[in-house]
């Protein structure tokens, strides 16, 4: 199975300043017939289901803020929140589709400083 | 308005069997993969199984191979999990989630609210 690793575990920033939150996969997650990567990121609010933010590695969802961006290819992909609100606090997840099983880093929790 | 809603959790004794159902609404069911997503408490998320939209293909993670199966019946817009010899570790709270386009290999852009099985004697 691919190995997901997400760090940090979790991330303290203050408001308005820049959150980064990097995912590292154990074999490339990019396409070379399509030349898409296939990886995902989500978040995922106490007591809810987790929203997907992100998918091939840097495509925001309908509707997600712009604040939100993903880069990154191959093994190494980050989520950077350009400027922190406080209705970001959550769990981040990664999530890699390239292949069976599907597999989720461990989660960064984002708290506010 | 794209929804999905979970049912039939609770709690069942190890080695008993669950059925979890998943009522869909505001889209074309027959047109989408769906799989279930399991999250046991204060853990990660693990996928569990997916299903082609016309029923002709069906992954499971190996954990519960043979053990949990999946299915879906278009005419009612619903999907299911049935979990046979369910151990403590199968405890978690169950998502049905949407695939967001016509694969096996695609995120997921529609999750209902889960549903939690315990496993406990």
């Known amino acids: 199975d691919i190995v997901m690793t997400q760090s940090p575990d979790s991330l303290a920033v203050s408001l308005g300043e820049r959150a980064t939150i990097n995912c590292k996969s154990s074999?490339?997650?990019?396409?070379?017939?399509?030349?898409?990567?296939?990886f995902a990121w989500y978040q995922q609010k106490p007591g809810q289901p987790p929203k997907l933010l992100i998918h091939?590695?840097?495509t925001r969802d309908s509707g997600v803020p712009d604040r939100f961006t993903g880069s990154g290819s191959g093994t190494d992909f980050t989520l950077t929140i350009s400027s922190l609100q406080a209705e970001d606090v959550a769990v981040y997840y990664c999530q890699q589709y390239y292949d069976h099983p599907s597999t989720f880093g461990q989660g960064t929790r984002l708290e506010i400083k | 308005e794209v929804q999905v809603v979970e049912s039939g959790g609770g709690l069942v004794q190890p080695g008993g069997s669950l059925r979890l159902s998943c009522a869909a609404s505001g889209f074309t069911f027959s047109n989408y993969w769906m799989s279930w997503v399991r999250q046991a408490q204060g853990k990660g998320l693990e996928w569990v199984a997916n299903i082609k939209g016309d029923g002709s293909e069906k992954n499971y993670v190996d954990s519960v191979k043979g053990r949990f199966t999946i299915s879906r019946d278009n005419a009612k817009n619903s999907l299911y999990l049935q979990m046979n010899s369910l151990r403590a570790e199968d405890t978690a709270v169950y998502y049905c989630?949407?695939?967001?386009?016509?694969?096996?290999?695609?995120?997921?852009?529609?999750w209902g609210q889960g549903t939690l099985v315990t496993v406990s004697s």
């Open positions: 091939w590695a840097s």
């Open positions: 074999q490339s997650l990019l396409y070379s017939s399509n030349n898409k990567n296939y």
């Open positions: 989630a949407r695939a967001v386009r016509d694969s096996e290999y695609s995120p997921f852009d529609c």
